[in-house]
């Protein structure tokens, strides 16, 4: 079953500050976040392994809840270059295939 | 290195049709995926492999069919290609340890 992701999709002017959720019903070994520019291929940004970790990458950064089975990715600051759809892909358990489940997306738009 | 690189980028078929994309990585990884993209659904998994000569459905694998004869090459097969089979195909790879999918430039496939 695929995580639920939202909002849908998010329009900020640049410098604004935006979060994006990533909920799963199912328990979560870890959560990875990806980027994907229009007519491109998806970009890995960053994994959140069980154990609460919050990551960083420049001014984008999140958190996993292993509780909630939720994680949100932070971006602070938004520049023009983040504009894109973002997915977040869940694994289950861990290790064996790293196969991920991914969401429907987050189309972000980033307005000068 | 070339990464992951994807045959065809583009491709028109009509109902009923077969045809077979090629997916090939030189990054030595011993896992290899195959998704298909299709507006609002994101990325949905369709066969996967964990090395050579193995195979496994993921989430969508009816009417698609898989090969891994070869460590860098994995092949996504339509034996009889029908217009819901229309969508972006990516495919990605990665290795043990590794926490990042490396995805393809992707395959627009029109089944008319």
Not at chain 1, 16 to 22: R, S, T, Y
Not at chain 1, 26 to 37: N, P
Not at chain 2, 10 to 21: A, E, W
Request: positive net charge; charged residues 15%.
């Amino acid at each position: 079953q695929q995580p639920v992701q939202s909002p849908q999709a998010v329009i900020l002017r640049e410098g604004e500050d935006a979060v994006i959720n990533c909920s799963s019903s199912k328990a979560l070994y870890s959560v990875h976040w990806y980027r994907q520019k229009h007519g491109e291929a998806p970009v890995f940004l960053m994994i959140l392994l069980k154990g609460g970790e919050q990551k960083g990458h420049d001014k984008i950064s999140a958190s996993f809840n292993e509780k909630k089975q939720q994680s949100s990715l932070y971006l602070t600051a938004s520049q023009l270059s983040y504009s894109g759809t973002y997915f977040c892909g869940t694994e289950t358990s861990g290790g064996s295939n790293y196969k991920l489940t991914f969401g429907k997306g987050t189309l972000l738009t980033v307005n000068p | 290195n070339a990464g992951v690189t994807q045959t065809p980028k583009f491709r028109v078929l009509k109902t009923g049709q077969s045809m077979t994309l090629l997916c090939a990585q030189d990054m030595n990884h011993e896992y290899m995926y195959w998704y298909r993209q299709d507006p609002g659904m994101g990325l949905r998994l369709i066969h996967y492999s964990v090395g050579e000569g193995t195979t496994a459905k993921g989430e969508v694998p009816d009417g698609y069919n898989v090969s891994r004869l070869k460590k860098q090459n994995f092949l996504l097969g339509l034996e009889s290609a029908a217009p819901s089979q229309t969508s972006v195909y990516f495919c990605a790879s990665t290795t043990a340890g590794e926490a990042a999918q490396y995805f393809g430039p992707g395959t627009r496939l029109t089944v008319l």
